[in-house]
């Protein structure tokens, strides 16, 4: 089996009230200098099979269909060896 995984994030110009929290939390907790933070998601899918391109293809459609709001994220997909 391979495992791919599918990284979701907010477009830039998308405002992340979540990620602004925990910028703000990060010097109070004592880790000071980061500059920002985006929160996202991560999907580990484990393939039965060979993932060639017609599986990453469906891959990609799935995510851009089901894991991701395309409208205000992105999404990356990569085979994990």
Known sequence: MARVVVDVMLK?????PQG??????????????IADVRQGKRFELEVEGPVDDTALARIH??????????????FTVKVES
């Not at 830039?12 to 992340?16: A, C, N, Q, S, V």
């Open 12 to 16: 830039p110009e998308i405002l992340d």
């Open 20 to 33: 602004q929290a925990v910028q703000r939390a990060l010097p109070r907790l004592g880790f000071d200098g």
């Open 61 to 74: 459609e799935m995510a851009g269909t089901f894991l991701a709001n395309t409208v205000i994220e992105d």
